[in-house]
């Protein structure tokens, strides 16, 4: 449990770096420290499917950040502004939301205790049966393939919405002459 | 019609797949099969709107497994009439688009994300899983958010930018709360769900979860206090797209899925729960109010129109919210409505843009009436529909919500809807004064080509015919699909009595 | 189910939606078109007259019993759609000749003047409350299109302004509807026969009453939608369908639910308030519409009055003070029009001894003028008679004091018009013409109100053996 | 690039591109899949393209070959989907679940073909992503 | 419970940034702060102190395995989110190209 902590507040410190630091560059690369240390909480959370997909996605992501950083400035130009008075008030909703989101998180939580929960009809069936009924031994597998497997569909949906609206942004003209 | 709920969602995305590879070898070809697509959507939800028989929904199975453990997609009355708006308008606004589109390059990006958009719509309009319903929502989302930005100029691009900004706060906010409502009943199907939740203790982190949900889809549906990004988003998209979002996207992503969980999942009823009703019914009344008073000050004629959906969207959730059986006939009456008139309204904006170019209506000097007989045609009656003049669809959704309010005895909320259909009418007149009603128009502008004029008209006899034939819609349509919101959690039983085979 | 009086309804909106296809062609069969509509529903009213004793029939229902009837006829109702249907096919004619120019009464035109009457008819047979704001509405949005008819910014301004105050009026009448309805558990007046009225609904109902027939607070919009409209527009506002509202009102409050004393007294004073102030600006003003229109406003008012007071008399005059004040303003309106038409300038001031002119012209917009004053032996005479001797003998002196200065009123404006366009000042320029037909028209418009207050006894008797 | 990475590259971006496609067939048996490996794949191809450059023309055929093999793995998916609805009645259900032997590569029905499918549609998303993105030199057009 | 609320207040550290923050770069660091901790907390969630993965033949009495479908989920939701933010940094790059800026005060000035 101690190591998770740890990580999570490694993971914390990163994200306040990543936000509030000027370099753009340097921002993204504490982002993907942020996005390592996740990988390396699956790992710990007995996910390696997880593991190996945050890795590679994480990889990929800042490899993009600092694709498109590169092609523009690394500079933040809107950093060090003095702050308006409407900032100030969005700091201050801010401020009462972040407490308030706190809060009732620890509200709820106390209730419901999920690191000793038991595993639910649905999982516990996932593991005693998903062999036997999908002939998958990685039982991650088994429900984002074929018990989940609509998910799927949509997931590799969103990644080719993704790709097309990619596309549709980036293109060289948006109106004809 | 077992298979139906996958068809709808199988034959978009196919087709969304298809066409960019048919786009390269011959741009017609993957306009035809999108319009393929679109119109077999249409003949599909017709059929399961008028022939699914209440109280029986349509429980498909993916991979036959039965409820609890696969996704399973439930089409219930409510379902198949969100499909039946959805894909009417889908096809109509395609149909607008085809002519319309010249303007732009990259037509193939843009049909294939039309389809993608409509994949997500379908897909959270029917399924029964809640993780499945968040999964459809980004795929809507991310469609509807590069059609948003389509145009490409630095406006548009911007737009785009601040509705992702919020769409995906919301949608995060949905995932956090999935993932929080996981940890608490260990599943996600909405039936089991539903039972899960009726054994709960309605603890103060209950209600934080309702509400991370609720802040979620208002965020989606563009209620006011989160409405920022809409009044950009929309005059950006393209007015096919403008169409789609305003008419039917909202109302699936925001709308239906908040009325879906809030009645069948968590069972809340006027009478359980008033709070969250208030809530609603609050979040209504202000959407009516401030999305009204915006909207008449606006000179750009789809800013008007888009403030002019927020002030509509809240007569759907302010009848959410009074919760009765008048009230919710009158909610699903306004969103098929409303679909369909604002969507005409965004249509003619698209045909006035496509023939003059301008959108800033204090540049018009009237008149464009007589070159643009039936836009302006489509304008004015679309205009009375939305604002709730009989004898025309628009007109039986107010009355059903207002004798909703009266029947639980919210007069001030009646007098208000009842107002503020005065303060449509008179924001959506200013349009007709300013740009189609007067003595001499623009030189040299003709009407649009024939298929918009086709879409336009076909929207404009749907809200007569809707009007005409109420009172046949209402039993067929309307009043099961507010059977299901008011049986509240016998959704789940009757979805678990068929989907576990018993 | 009573075929006659669903055609009845029904055949001046089918007409309506037709006369837009031949229109679009040739003007004639426009002309021919909607003229015909109209004679159609002049035959089936007749019809309807003939078959009186036929039950009603009902569409759908929302809420409700079963078994009342939605639409009915009642010698009250066949009455006064007879005087609107022949208002209209005078109306009508009249716009055949009036305006010369294709452009200035196209088709949409004739089509909405159908679709007027269609909802009048409309209005006039329902008993159901959903159907009376339909009619009610299809109205307004007519009279929004035609009073924007000349097209210029100013005017269609003041269309959109009209049509919202009407629907603001509306929208808070439609709530009171939908009050009753939740009170009464139904949408049909049948089933409310004899109730006390709830308050609430009863003020919310008011509010579109009175936008839609000009009564105090909420008649601003008739100065400006007469001054802007063109002439044959404004007799049907004035003939037609502002009596909507005093229609509504009929069926509402005192046909159907038992008005408690203190309900009549507002009126009463309403309406009184409503008619001295609006006959006090109709004396000062100059220009002829905005008297008439102020005229109106004042003349509705002994409608309402008769209505609210609503023991046998005060009713019976209110109904003939509708067809009286319905024909002869109509006329009046009509025959300025062609005043101004030929003359220019709406103005009374520059006008006058246009008697050599229009002799005809002349002759038909004194009978009206005298009507309108009250002077037997015309209807106008016996409808404000039974109004005011309707308050007197209800006890009520004070008012029935007020309403006779408010004829001593009308007496004043309407012979200050009168005699300031045709009879004194300057000799008019010799090469005024005239316009024959439309005189014609509008004496026979005129002359029709003698004939009426002949026929009043088999009138009265006719209307009294059924109410 | 500087020459050790190329050559470096040179050595190492077949067995990226090996170990990925062992972890999209291997995806039923062990932690990975068709995600996990199509991105591996991907990041092999990019890794590849960073080290040596490529011109306008040659991102341009990558570009259109990689929106084609997308909407392939696409298909393909939707097919396997659709496949299960005309053969066992049901979208997306696994055919054949018990054929092969538990435990080894051919096993799990059509699970290995989801994740072949996803894997080239995976691939090829992330590919042309980082093509339009990444590139200075690429236009796109129409 | 102390790893629950550290991953909230990560997904509040994201959300300050997209609120509070003018630069797009940077809102889109804070998009993928608040996927990472929702999908951390998500993982959470499916876990037990002491469990193992759920790779298995079959399973064994007396050992605790991490629950699947969770990390299913969180599977979808990564890859979804490589989606978003790929397609959230092409709208920031077209809005470079055309403005020459990442701060969205800048773009508003020169928008109007």
């Known amino acids: 449990m101690l190591d998770l902590i740890v990580l999570l507040i490694f993971m914390i410190a990163a994200g306040i770096v990543a936000v509030e630091i000027k370099d753009l560059l340097a921002s993204v690369i504490a982002l ?126 969103v990644l080719f919405t993704a790709v097309i609206g990619v596309l549709a942004v980036l293109r060289l003209e948006g109106r004809r002459k | 019609m077992e298979t139906f709920p996958v068809l709808l969602i199988a034959i978009p995305l196919g087709g969304a797949f298809l066409v960019p590879i048919l786009y390269k070898a011959w741009r017609r070809l993957a306009e035809i099969v999108a319009g393929l697509c679109l119109a077999t959507v249409l003949a599909l939800s017709i059929y399961l709107a008028f022939f699914l028989v209440p109280g029986k929904p349509l429980v498909y199975l993916f991979g036959n497994w039965p409820v609890p453990l696969g996704i399973a997609f439930a089409v219930d009355k409510l379902s198949s009439l969100m499909l039946l708006i959805v894909s009417i308008l889908a096809f109509f606004s395609y149909l607008f688009a085809i002519r319309y589109m010249d303007q732009f390059t990259g037509a193939g990006k843009f049909y294939t994300l039309y389809l993608l958009m409509l994949v997500g719509m379908n897909g959270v309009v029917m399924t029964g899983d809640l993780f499945n319903m968040f999964v459809f929502m980004e795929i809507a989302g991310l469609a509807a958010y590069a059609l948003v930005a389509f145009g490409t100029k630095p406006k548009e691009l911007e737009a785009g930018f601040k509705y992702m900004v919020m769409g995906e706060i919301a949608s995060l906010m949905i995932l956090l709360a999935i993932a929080l409502i996981y940890a608490a009943t260990s599943t996600l199907n909405l039936a089991d769900l539903s039972r899960a ?60 899925a908040m009325a879906r969980i809030l009645f069948n999942v968590y069972g809340f009823s006027r009478a359980s729960s008033p709070e969250v009703f208030n809530a609603l019914l609050i979040l209504g009344l202000v959407s009516i109010v401030v999305g009204g008073l915006l909207a008449l000050p606006q000179k750009d004629y789809k800013r008007l129109l888009a403030y002019s959906s927020i002030s509509q969207i809240g007569y759907i959730v302010l009848a959410l919210g009074i919760g009765n059986e008048f009230a919710l006939i009158g909610a699903f009456a306004h969103i098929l409505s409303h679909s369909l008139g604002k969507g005409l309204l965004f249509l003619t904006s698209g045909s006035v843009v496509y023939r003059v170019g301008e959108r800033d209506i204090t540049k018009f000097t009237g008149g464009l009436g007589k070159q643009m007989p039936w836009t302006s045609l489509s304008y004015n009656l679309g205009a009375l529909s939305v604002a709730g003049m009989p004898p025309f669809l628009g007109f039986f959704s107010k009355l059903f919500i207002i004798l909703g309010a009266v029947k639980a005895g919210f007069i001030v909320p009646a007098v208000v809807a009842g107002l503020f259909a005065v303060v449509t009418l008179g924001y959506l007149l200013k349009i007709t004064n300013k740009v189609f009603w007067g003595k001499e128009g623009i030189k040299g502008i003709k009407e649009s080509p024939f298929v918009m004029v086709f879409a336009m008209v076909c929207l404009v006899v749907l809200l007569v015919a809707g009007g005409a034939f109420f009172f046949w819609l209402k039993p067929h349509l309307l009043q099961p699909a507010a059977d299901v919101l008011l049986k509240g959690t016998e959704y789940a039983d009757i979805v678990f009595r068929i989907g576990t085979g018993g | 189910m009573n075929v006659v009086l669903l055609l009845l309804i029904a055949v001046p909106f089918i007409g309506g939606l037709l006369v837009l296809f031949p229109g679009r062609f040739l003007r004639v069969l426009r002309w021919i078109f909607s003229l015909l509509t109209v004679l159609a529903t002049g035959l089936l009213l007749a019809l309807n007259f003939t078959s009186a004793s036929n ?20 010698p009250i109702t ?12 005078i109306i009508m004619l009249f716009s055949f000749g009036f305006f010369r120019k294709s452009e200035e009464a196209d088709t949409e035109y004739y089509s909405l003047m159908l679709f007027m009457l269609g909802s009048a008819m409309g209005l006039l047979f329902t008993n159901d409350l959903v159907f009376i704001y339909i009619f009610w509405e299809i109205a307004a949005v007519a009279a929004w299109r035609l009073i924007g008819f000349g097209r210029t910014q100013e005017k269609i301004s003041i269309a959109a302004r009209t049509l919202l105050i009407n629907f603001f009026g509306s929208a808070f009448m439609l709530v009171g509807f939908l009050l009753l309805a939740s009170e009464f558990g139904s949408l049909n007046l049948g089933d409310m026969v004899g109730k006390p009225m709830p308050v609430l609904a009863g003020i919310f109902i008011l509010c579109g009453v009175f936008a839609k027939s000009a009564v105090i607070p909420l008649y601003i919009w008739v100065p400006s939608a007469y001054a802007v409209s063109p002439t044959p527009v404004v007799a049907l506002l004035a003939g037609m369908l502002e009596n909507f509202g005093l229609i509504a009102f009929m069926k509402i409050f005192v046909e159907t639910f038992a008005l408690s004393g203190a309900w009549q007294l507002s009126i009463l004073w309403i309406a009184l308030a409503s008619s001295i102030v609006t006959g006090g600006v109709a004396l000062v003003v100059n220009d002829y519409r905005r008297i008439l229109g102020y005229s109106t406003v004042s003349q509705l008012a002994f409608v309402l009055a008769g209505f609210a007071i609503s023991p046998q008399l005060g009713m019976i005059g209110a109904i003939l003070f509708i067809i009286a004040h319905g024909l002869g303003k109509a006329t009046l309106l009509m025959g300025y029009g ?25 002759v038909g917009v004194i009978i009206a003028t005298l009507s309108v004053i009250g002077l037997p032996p015309l209807l106008g005479f016996f409808a404000k008679l039974d109004v005011i001797f309707g308050i007197l003998s209800s006890g009520r002196i004070l008012i029935g004091a007020g309403f006779i200065l408010a004829s001593i009123l009308t007496l004043l ?54 109410g | 690039m500087t020459p050790i990475v190329k050559v470096v590259v040179r050595l190492v971006g077949g067995f990226i591109f090996l170990y990925g496609c062992y972890i999209v067939l291997y995806g039923h048996l062990s932690p990975g899949g068709g995600f996990a490996g199509g991105a591996i794949i991907a990041a092999g191809l990019i890794l590849s393209r960073l080290a040596f450059g490529t011109t306008a ?61 996803i894997g080239i549609k995976v691939a090829a998303a992330i590919l042309s992503i980082f093509l339009v993105l990444a590139s200075t030199k690429y236009i796109f057009k129409e | 419970m102390i790893i629950l609320v550290a991953s909230l207040i990560l997904f509040l550290v994201g959300l300050y940034a997209i609120i509070t923050k003018r630069n797009m770069i940077k809102i889109a660091v804070g998009f993928s702060l608040m996927e990472y901790s929702v999908n951390f907390l998500f993982a959470i969630v499916g876990f037990r102190p002491g469990a193992v993965p759920p790779i298995l033949q079959a399973v064994e009495v007396g050992k605790v395995y991490s629950d699947p479908l969770p990390q299913a989920l969180v599977l979808t939701a990564i890859v979804i989110g490589l989606g978003v933010t790929a397609f959230m940094l092409s709208l920031i790059l077209r809005i470079y190209n055309r403005i020459g800026s990442f701060d969205l005060e800048e773009i508003q000035r020169l928008k109007g």
């Open chain 3, 55 to 74: 039950k009603g029939f009902r569409l759908w229902h929302i809420l409700g019993s079963a078994e009342s009837p939605q639409f009915f006829t009642s």
């Open chain 3, 78 to 89: 066949l009455v006064i759609a007879a005087a609107f249907v022949f208002l209209c096919l």
């Open chain 3, 413 to 466: 404006y309407m012979l200050r018009l009168f005699s300031s366009v045709f009879l004194i000042g300057k000799k008019p320029e010799p090469q005024m013409s005239q316009s024959v037909f439309l005189s014609i028209l509008v004496l026979v418009i005129s002359l029709s109100l003698f004939g009426a207050s002949f026929a009043i006894k088999p009138l009265l008797a006719y209307i009294g053996a059924g």
């Open chain 3, 338 to 362: 062609i005043v101004e038409r030929e003359m220019g300038g709406r103005g009374i001031r520059h006008k006058g001894r246009l008697v050599a002119n229009f002799p005809i012209l002349f």
């Open chain 2, 197 to 256: 939740f009726a054994t709960m203790d309605k603890t103060p982190g209950f209600y934080f979860v309702v509400i991370l949900l609720m802040f979620g889809f208002s965020l989606k549906a563009g209620l006011v206090p989160f409405h920022f990004w809409l009044p950009d988003a929309y005059p950006s998209a393209p007015a096919p797209v403008t169409a789609v979002l305003s008419g039917v996207f909202t109302k699936a992503l925001g709308v239906y």
């Open chain 4, 57 to 117: 023309k040659q991102e341009k055929s990558a570009s259109i070959s990689s929106s084609i093999f997308e909407s392939t793995g696409g298909l393909l998916f939707l097919l396997v989907g659709l496949l299960g609805l005309f053969v066992g009645g049901y979208f997306f259900i696994n055919l054949f679940p018990s054929f092969g032997t538990q435990g080894r590569l051919v096993s799990a029905g059509s699970i290995p073909f989801s994740n072949i499918a």
């Open chain 1, 32 to 157: 993907g420290a942020v996005g390592f240390a996740v990988a390396i909480g699956f790992i710990m959370l007995a996910a390696p499917d997880l593991a190996i997909v945050q890795i590679v996605i994480e990889v990929l992501s800042v490899v993009f950040f600092v694709a498109v950083i590169l092609k523009t400035t690394h500079v933040d130009s809107a950093a060090g502004r003095p702050y308006k008075p409407a900032d100030i008030f969005t700091f201050v909703v801010f401020g009462v939301f972040a407490l308030a989101f706190v809060y009732f998180g620890i509200r709820l939580f106390a209730g419901l205790a999920p690191m000793s929960r038991e595993l639910g009809q649905v999982a516990s069936h996932y593991l005693t049966q998903g062999l036997a009924e999908t002939g998958a031994v990685n039982r991650v597998t088994s429900v984002v393939l074929d018990y989940r497997a609509l998910d799927t569909l949509g997931e590799t949906t």
